[in-house]
């Protein structure tokens, strides 16, 4: 079973990590960072500025579709730049329509389509972290609902991990935040990209989909509950 990833820069590959001219320093999606946390071969098809639209027309979708073997799984996450083109790819319009395409298109060749919200963008104002995405992850997880797909609901994770951590603490997930630890300075596009992760932001995200993947394929089930053996009088 190999597990194909779809979707935007959040999920994508890295660049080669010559980000800052530091290879310790990369900027790249949790899609990168997946095959640490699973022994299932992993094949990422993502791609930076990519929407539901663009993925089609550049024919990556067809060739991801190429590849798929019954039993394969595939998770499908966009939004990122979708909700740039609201006219064409609306949240309830040509985003939803275009994902259950999608959707059907892995179950006619056998796979399993996996729907995720988007990551958050980390973006806080008076030390409350934004909310980015509108519509966008609810109509994915509506979605999900009316066609039976599992949905991984990355935006309330990513909330909660930014949170959690901190304004300051959560910086390091991404690579300006990375980098002012190391004493590295970067560019004025780096220092204000609260988007894009570095490893420890991509393997945070990857983790959370890899338990997610195992919990779905039943990974752990059929093992004896180890309550009996830590109750204490």
Same mark, same amino acid.
């Given at each position: ?23 310790? /320093?990369? /900027?790249?999606?949790?899609?990168? &960072? ?13 791609? #930076?500025?990519? !929407?539901?639209?663009?993925?089609? &027309? ?7 579709? @190429?590849?798929?073997?019954?039993? %394969? ?11 740039? &083109?609201?006219?064409?790819?609306? @949240? ?7 994902? =259950? *395409? ?6 006619? $060749?056998? $796979?399993?389509? *996996? ?9 806080? $104002? ?7 995405? #509108?519509?966008?992850?609810? =109509?994915?997880?509506? /979605? #999900?609902? &009316? ?7 990355? !935006?309330?994770? !990513? ?20 980098? =002012?630890?190391?004493?590295?300075? *970067? %560019? ?11 490893? $420890? ?11 997610? /993947?195992?919990?779905? %394929?039943?990974? #752990?089930? %059929? ?11």
């Amino acid at each position: 079973m190999t597990i194909h990833l779809a979707g935007d820069s959040t999920v994508a590959p890295t660049d080669g990590g010559a980000t800052a001219g530091r290879p310790d /320093l990369p /900027l790249l999606g949790w899609g990168d &960072e997946l095959q640490r946390f699973t022994d299932e071969p992993v094949r990422n098809h993502a791609k #930076g500025g990519a !929407t539901t639209l663009s993925f089609r &027309e550049e024919g990556r979708w067809d060739a991801l579709a @190429a590849e798929l073997a019954p039993g %394969d799984t595939v998770v499908i996450q966009f939004g990122h730049n979708d909700q740039k &083109e609201p006219e064409t790819l609306a @949240a309830d319009g040509g985003y939803r329509d275009r994902l =259950a *395409v999608f959707t059907a298109e892995t179950r006619a $060749a056998g $796979a399993r389509p *996996v729907l995720a919200t988007s990551v958050e963008r980390r973006m806080f $104002a008076d030390g409350a972290l934004r909310r980015s995405h #509108g519509p966008y992850p609810a =109509a994915v997880r509506a /979605l #999900g609902r &009316e066609l039976g797909v599992p949905v991984i609901d990355l !935006t309330p994770f !990513t909330r909660w991990l930014y949170t959690w951590l901190g304004e300051d603490r959560s910086a390091a997930l991404f690579v300006h935040g990375a980098a =002012a630890d190391l004493g590295v300075v *970067v %560019d004025d596009k780096l220092r204000n990209d609260n988007t894009h992760f570095t490893t $420890a932001g991509a393997g945070a995200v990857a983790r959370f989909v890899a338990e997610h /993947l195992h919990a779905l %394929d039943g990974v #752990g089930d %059929d093992q004896e509950p180890l309550g009996q053996w830590l109750v204490r009088p």
